[in-house]
């Protein structure tokens, strides 16, 4: 009987041993003064409002760029802690924006019709000329919204500067990343189509391309050049087709197909299971994306990729025209 116990207890030692070396190769959790400062913030603005999202670095890049993150249909900034992390510790300040983003997607909301598209992200930014398509009002559209957020953040953390992002009520685009999920994705294309901006990055979106009919407000060259704009998609994405014609519309050509970025990429499409082709579609950037065996979730390379390139300012350029992008292609 004593042989068994000797080989348990053997057992038993080389497990604790095999736990231990994969615990040490684990990230450290960051100290207090590391820790991100985040706010959940309820400025008085119309519902829908679940709760705005402010967070930025604990010390250091004060003046950093802001990255205005609009969620998915239905979704709401608290889906999104991962990717705001992430964005922190590049060196962002972050807002996560509620918006009215309810009821039906803007995809099945318009499908074919080319305008459709325009009214809709017309009135969601600004709250104006509602149509049969959307009817948000003033007080509920993104910039009002915005200008609350700021003016709310800088209530909550005087520290953090907020008012530098905001000038006579107005966005400072030159210092703004705007990045969004599917529903989102496509305001913040539409966005960057009519602000110079620091830089776009678009999560499953935009899915404005339905069977080669494109929105209206594609059809002509945009106000943040190519070279700023980065796109992350998967492959297995139900609305997958439709989001790299966007893509192409937009004057992004080509997408490279690889798990790593790798010098000139702009445009990501991984084949990760993600599962459903619908679930694959929510679960580029939520925080049910799926987490790697270190911990962090499985895609924070290609979003501190993107967030890195868009982190630098913006060099001085005159556009003339929408340009294509040299993204390299291949599969690793």
């Not at 709250?127 to 993104?142: D, K, L, M």
Request: aromatic share 8%; glycine share 8%.
């Amino acid at each position: 009987m004593r042989w068994p116990i000797r080989v348990c207890v053997i057992a038993a030692c080389v497990l604790v041993a095999v736990v231990a070396a994969a615990l040490s190769w684990l990230p450290a959790p960051a100290s207090a003064a590391e820790r991100p400062v985040r706010h959940f913030l309820h400025p008085d603005v119309p519902r829908p409002n679940a709760a705005d999202i402010i967070e930025r670095p604990a010390a250091g890049h004060a003046h950093g760029p802001l990255l205005l993150f609009l969620p998915a249909t239905r979704a709401v900034p608290s889906d999104y802690l991962a990717f705001a992390d992430t964005a922190t510790r590049v060196g962002y300040h972050v807002l996560s924006l509620e918006y009215h983003n309810t009821g039906r997607s803007i995809a099945r909301t318009c499908q074919v019709d080319a305008t459709c598209y325009t009214s809709v992200q017309t009135n969601r930014l600004n709250g104006g000329t509602p149509s049969r398509f959307s009817r948000v009002g003033h007080e509920g559209g993104i910039l009002p919204r915005f200008a609350a957020a700021i003016g709310a953040a800088n209530r909550r953390d005087p520290a953090g500067q907020w008012s530098q992002y905001l000038s006579l009520d107005r966005p400072v685009w030159k210092d703004i990343v705007v990045a969004g999920h599917s529903q989102g994705g496509g305001e913040a294309a539409f966005i960057s189509h009519l602000h110079a901006l620091r830089g776009v990055i678009m999560f499953s979106s935009p899915v404005d391309d339905d069977r080669g009919v494109i929105p209206t407000w594609m059809h002509a060259p945009g106000a943040t050049p190519t070279s700023r704009m980065y796109g992350f998609d998967d492959a297995g994405d139900i609305y997958a087709g439709r989001i790299v014609g966007s893509w192409r519309a937009m004057g992004l050509r080509s997408a490279i197909d690889t798990g790593a970025p790798v010098a000139g990429a702009h445009l990501f499409v991984t084949h990760y299971d993600l599962g459903t082709p619908v679930q694959a579609h929510d679960r580029s950037v939520t925080d049910a994306s799926p987490g790697a065996a270190t911990g962090h979730p499985v895609f924070e390379a290609q979003w501190t990729w993107m967030l890195r390139h868009t982190f630098s300012p913006v060099r001085p350029t005159t556009i003339t025209a929408r340009s294509s992008d040299s993204v390299h292609t291949g599969r690793t």
